[in-house]
């Protein structure tokens, strides 16, 4: 017997029974999760929209970063599973005193740590919106992926790369990169890596970045199963930048010794000392030995918006394929990156699959097939693009531009001012956006002098002055200021510097 949907409902109620075990909705009312009392949800939902934004248009005047009072950590760790409703208002207000003030500061105008976006209140309320309409973002003949194809032709014609590029956005600076490298290997490996996996070769591939790349390169070359090992990181110049002699003599070496070379990782603001290798050089030596040339700008990238500091990118726009980060110099809120890939076959060819329920039947919500599904790993995904498109068209281009700009301005201001602190030295020339220095006083030992730096950033941060980050340059401790934050304004910098002065001051080592 065929029942159609309204003689099933019938069939169901006459019966007044269990129909595949569950009650019928007549002896139990249906529920959903929509709120039961819209008007009550929508007096919430406002708070909650007033709440944020004057929490962001107070930002400056919280430190940092507070330390997790012992009774909220606890509060956040050790609550019983909630089996029975708590009301979304009491959890709410939970959130306002337990959870909202204590981030790890990456918003407020004086945090310069590593290298971390700071979010825009337009790109909050995109993420909202983007929410609300919870679209699935594989691919789907909807306005959504027009969006997504604006927005990544849009980055390819900043990025120099040809109006039929291909692309994808994903959650990060790592993915995209990731993705890239998965391209990189599929091109050049010179076997159906896809059929075959590793086990298709007896010849070990190998990709070349500087020894400075970021952490992601040797996550890939682990994830994709051809080891570590097959990183090889080349030696950087003074200037922190890869050597191309060395690396045209390591590929050379490789070669003799039965390795097959695929790809150069080129760096567009490292992450240490924000240096860009000679991208002109690295895309001519690519050419000539046959290699993919994948670009990690993860931030640096963002600089060919600035007519002043593009030249320092040329040869970006030779890449095969550029990773870059939209959260990170271009402030947008976590997560959104890109990838670019100059060639959408051979990109579409690295991941497409069509199982048979997602056969694109040219017509219906499928038609067109999935394009995004095609062009990485993911299915399901959310509408990152919306943020990006509202936030292009509301400020254009070239406010972005004056920000990033601005911060390397900054920077070299910064740069000018901290070396007046006695003994500050800077330990990497300031290339784009990042200062990296250093307290020396000539009476203690390198050692010693680690330590008194590790001590004074950790006090900085402490103190909530301000939230640099450390790393190590040349075997030593050093204090990082990397200007990507859009709300920072000068004061905020000298607040830093005559605050270091004041600490060791009080330690007396300014003499
Ligand atoms: C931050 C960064 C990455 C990783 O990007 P995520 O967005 O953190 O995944 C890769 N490369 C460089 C140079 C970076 O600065």
Same mark, same amino acid.
């Given at each position: 017997?065929?029942?159609?949907?309204?003689q099933w409902?019938?069939?169901?109620?006459?019966?007044?029974?269990?129909?595949?075990g569950?009650?019928?909705?007549?002896?139990h009312p249906?529920?959903?999760?929509?709120?039961?009392?819209?008007?009550?949800?929508r007096?919430?939902?406002?708070?909650?929209v007033d709440d944020?934004?004057?929490?962001l248009?107070?930002l400056?005047?919280?430190?940092?970063?507070?330390?997790?009072?012992?009774v *909220?950590?606890?509060a956040?760790?050790?609550?019983?599973?909630?089996?029975?409703?708590?009301?979304?208002d009491?959890?709410?207000?939970?959130?306002?005193?337990?959870?909202?003030?204590? &981030?790890n500061?990456n918003?407020h105008?004086r945090?310069?740590g590593?290298?971390?976006?700071?979010?825009?209140?337009?790109g909050?309320?995109?993420d909202m919106?983007?929410?609300?309409?919870?679209a699935?973002?594989?691919g !789907?003949?909807?306005?959504p992926?027009?969006?997504e !194809?604006?927005?990544?032709s849009?980055?390819?014609?900043?990025?120099g790369?040809?109006?039929?590029?291909?692309?994808?956005?994903?959650s990060?600076?790592?993915m995209?990169?990731v993705l890239?490298?998965?391209?990189?290997?599929?091109?050049?490996?010179?076997?159906?890596v896809?059929?075959?996996?590793?086990?298709g070769?007896?010849?070990?591939l &190998?990709?070349?970045?500087s020894?400075e790349?970021?952490?992601?390169?040797?996550?890939?070359?682990?994830l994709f199963?051809?080891?570590?090992?097959s990183?090889?990181?080349?030696?950087?110049?003074?200037d922190?930048?890869?050597r191309?002699?060395?690396l045209?003599?390591?590929?050379a070496?490789?070669?003799?010794?039965g390795?097959?070379?695929?790809?150069?990782i080129? &760096?567009?603001?490292t992450v240490?000392?924000?240096?860009?290798?000679?991208l002109?050089?690295?895309?001519d030596?690519?050419a000539k030995?046959?290699?993919?040339?994948?670009?990690?700008?993860?931030?640096g990238?963002?600089?060919?918006l600035?007519?002043?500091?593009?030249?320092? !990118?040329k040869?970006?726009e030779?890449?095969?394929s550029?990773?870059?980060?939209l959260?990170?110099?271009?402030?947008?809120p976590?997560? *959104?990156?890109?990838?670019?890939?100059?060639d959408?076959?051979?990109?579409e060819?690295?991941?497409?699959?069509?199982?048979?329920y997602l056969?694109?039947?040219?017509r219906?919500?499928?038609?067109g097939?999935?394009?995004?599904?095609?062009r990485?790993?993911?299915?399901?995904r959310?509408f990152?693009?919306?943020?990006v498109?509202l936030?292009?068209?509301?400020?254009?281009?070239?406010?972005?531009?004056r920000?990033i700009?601005?911060?390397v301005?900054?920077?070299r201001?910064?740069a000018?001012?901290?070396?007046?602190v006695p003994?500050?030295?800077l330990?990497?020339?300031?290339?784009?956006?990042?200062?990296?220095?250093?307290?020396?006083p000539?009476s203690?030992s390198?050692?010693q002098?680690?330590?008194?730096n590790?001590e004074?950033?950790l006090r900085?941060?402490e103190?909530?002055l301000?939230?640099p980050s450390?790393?190590?340059?040349?075997g030593?401790?050093?204090?990082?200021v990397a200007?990507?934050?859009?709300?920072?304004?000068?004061?905020?910098?000298?607040?830093?510097?005559?605050?270091?002065e004041?600490?060791?001051?009080?330690?007396g080592? &300014?003499?």
């Open positions: 017997m065929r029942l159609d949907w309204i409902k019938r069939y169901a109620k006459s019966k007044k029974t269990l129909i595949f569950m009650t019928d909705s007549v002896s249906e529920e959903s999760l929509d709120p039961a009392d819209w008007e009550a949800f007096a919430l939902a406002h708070r909650m944020s934004l004057d929490h248009k107070t400056g005047e919280r430190a940092p970063w507070t330390p997790l009072p012992p *909220v950590r606890a956040l760790t050790s609550e019983p599973l909630p089996r029975s409703p708590q009301s979304a009491r959890a709410y207000e939970e959130f306002l005193t337990n959870v909202l003030p204590y &981030t500061g918003r105008p945090f310069w590593w290298i971390q976006g700071n979010g825009t209140p337009l909050m309320m995109a919106l983007a929410a609300g309409m919870n699935h973002c594989a !789907l003949d909807q306005a992926k027009l969006v !194809l604006q927005v990544i849009w980055l390819a014609e900043l990025m790369f040809p109006n039929d590029s291909s692309g994808i956005l994903v990060g600076g790592t995209a990169n890239g490298l998965a391209v990189a290997r599929h091109a050049r490996a010179g076997f159906n896809r059929e075959l996996g590793m086990q070769t007896q010849e070990k &190998t990709v070349y970045a020894a790349v970021h952490s992601w390169a040797q996550k890939a070359v682990e199963g051809m080891g570590n090992s990183l090889r990181r080349v030696p950087v110049d003074a922190f930048r890869i191309i002699d060395a045209r003599e390591m590929i070496a490789d070669r003799v010794a390795c097959k070379p695929i790809c150069v080129g &760096t567009t603001g240490n000392s924000g240096a860009t290798d000679d002109d050089a690295l895309a030596l690519c030995e046959k290699l993919w040339f994948h670009i990690d700008g993860a931030f990238a963002l600089a060919r600035v007519p002043s500091l593009a030249p320092a !990118l040869g970006i030779r890449a095969d550029l990773a870059f980060d959260h990170k110099w271009m402030y947008l976590y997560e *959104v990156a890109c990838v670019l890939v100059r959408r076959k051979i990109h060819a690295t991941f497409s699959v069509t199982p048979s056969t694109d039947e040219g219906g919500v499928i038609a097939g999935l394009p995004f599904a095609d990485g790993v993911e299915l399901t959310n990152k693009a919306l943020k498109w936030s292009l068209k509301a400020e254009g281009v070239d406010k972005f531009a920000v700009e601005q911060n301005l900054q920077a201001r910064f000018e001012r901290i070396v007046k003994n500050v030295v330990s990497a020339p300031v290339s784009l956006n990042v200062v990296c220095f250093r307290v020396a000539p203690l390198p050692e002098q680690d330590a008194l590790k004074l950033l900085i941060q103190t909530g301000a939230i450390g790393s190590k340059i040349a030593r401790y050093i204090i990082r200007c990507s934050n859009h709300r920072s304004r000068w004061e905020d910098y000298e607040a830093l510097a005559s605050g270091i004041a600490l060791l001051m009080a330690g080592l &300014t003499r």
